[in-house]
């Protein structure tokens, strides 16, 4: 048991060469203010993709009736 111990040492040696401490923990500058901008923005649209999509699955939801439970349970 005590090799696993010294490789656990040793994991943890290599991930602080490899990643070491940072030292700028403080934030530039608060993000709210800009989160709230961005969503006052401009509101999601439904483009002609989303369209598509939205087709392809009522089709296949009208061809493949059997795989609505399957996708009602995985959500």
Known sequence: MS?????F???RAQLRAALPPRRDLAL???LWPRMLRRLEEAP???GWF???LLGLIAVMLAVFPELIPAILYHL
Not at 3 to 7: A, D, K, N
């Open 28 to 30: 530039e500058a608060d």
């Open 50 to 52: 989303e369209a598509v």
């Open 3 to 7: 090799s696993g111990g010294h490789e």
């Open 9 to 11: 040492d040793f994991v």
């Open 44 to 46: 999601a649209r439904f």
